[in-house]
């Protein structure tokens, strides 16, 4: 059981300046817990931040649970066990509903909001099908595809994955899908309580999408589509990737077709997803525990911190070799022949400073 204090100080460490995710869990593996990275926060960063104080993070609590939302940590076991599987997990998720689905298989269907009246029956049908064989749909709550795909699974089950705030619901025509999503199935989000869609949260709105899934279907895409982002998260972590092939005279379709070209799975039915998931009909009776949170993630590391001198040269060197493209962390590693620990340190100092971005395990130089 995760008691108020715990929560607090989770949601004080992750909503401070410049704390990502992956600093989140570089700070937990340095100090040992979220207890002990807040109270270093300010010595190890190279400038002073902003840490959200002890009334903001309380505030946000009590404003969720006052809302029918529960803040689960990653060290919660009722934390999804398929994002615990993936490169860049988030440490804190608001969710309100029906937090059960979280031990179901998942399937994600995202596509055009600008959906062909075609393209929206055959998502509803996806979904439906889908229902029939005890699997929850997740989606993005976004008008066309993710409208169909939630609104026909809304009885056999549905996890709707937002960009904002809980409370937040967007886009405004969406409020009674939001509303019959929040009774009947799940919302999941990792921004805080009214946090407004901005454009980066739609993109780890997508990565949370395909995180929560065991396969991703893509259903009309244009070239510049937001399902593609999500259909590469989805690659990224190792998810299957299906695709419904379309005309090319409907520029809707040349992202999904362009998919199939680099290797997606070609999607016409359900029976497709079992095809190259047969495991998945097996694990229908058995929708399991979700497995237990690893235990070192926060077992209070031994060794002494390292000295300023080291840790301002390492920081020096990594600096030196990063450019705009990103690079493996295992790499600056292996080339500097540093200590994982001295590399989390030097690298914690430089997102915090905003010098870098850190994500899926590379880094890469910010403007």
């Known amino acids: 059981m995760i008691s108020n204090e715990e929560l607090i100080v989770s949601l004080r460490l992750a909503r401070s300046e410049n704390i990502g995710r992956s600093t989140f869990f570089r700070l937990v593996e340095i100090f040992g817990t979220p207890s002990a990275a807040l109270e270093h926060l300010g010595e190890i960063s190279l400038r002073k931040i902003k840490i959200c104080s002890q009334k903001d993070a309380e505030e946000e609590l009590v404003k969720s649970r006052k809302f029918g939302a529960e803040i ?48 929206s029956s055959f998502a509803r049908r996806v979904a439906l099908d889908l229902g029939q064989n005890s699997i929850i749909t997740v989606s993005g709550m976004a ?91 989805a690659a990224e972590q190792g998810r299957e990737v299906f695709a419904v092939p379309g005309s090319p005279f409907d520029p809707r379709n040349h992202g999904t077709n362009r998919l199939i070209k680099d290797g997606a799975n070609m999607f016409e039915k359900v029976e497709d997803i079992l095809n190259e998931l047969p495991s998945l009909k097996a694990r229908f009776k058995d929708v399991g525990k979700l497995s ?58 430089l997102e915090l400073a905003d010098r870098i971005e850190i994500g899926f395990g590379k880094v890469v130089l910010k403007n």
């Open 292 to 349: 237990e949170p690893e235990a070192e993630e926060f077992i209070a590391p031994q060794a002494k911190m390292p000295s300023d001198a080291e840790i301002t040269k390492v920081r020096e060197e990594i600096l030196a070799r990063l450019t705009f493209v990103p690079i493996e962390i295992d790499q600056i590693i292996s080339e500097l022949q540093i200590s994982v620990r001295l590399t989390n340190i030097a690298l914690v100092q």
């Open 72 to 119: 689960l940590l990653f060290s919660d076991e009722k934390y999804p066990r398929l994002l615990r599987e993936i490169p860049d997990p988030s440490p804190i998720l608001t969710v309100k509903g029906n937090i059960e689905f979280f031990d179901h298989d998942c399937v994600a269907i995202v596509g055009a909001r600008n959906a062909s009246f075609n393209s």
């Open 143 to 233: 008008r066309g595809i993710d409208a169909a795909a939630h609104e026909a699974s809304i009885l056999s089950g549905t996890i709707g994955v937002i960009a904002g705030g809980i409370n937040t619901i967007y886009p405004s025509e969406n409020r009674k899908l939001y509303d019959d999503v929040s009774r009947h199935g799940l919302l999941v989000t990792e921004s805080p309580f009214n946090a407004p869609p901005k454009g980066g949260n739609f993109v780890q709105r997508n990565r949370l999408i395909s995180g929560l899934s065991l396969a991703v279907i893509v259903i009309e895409a244009g070239v510049k589509s937001g399902s593609l982002i999500t259909a590469r998260f």
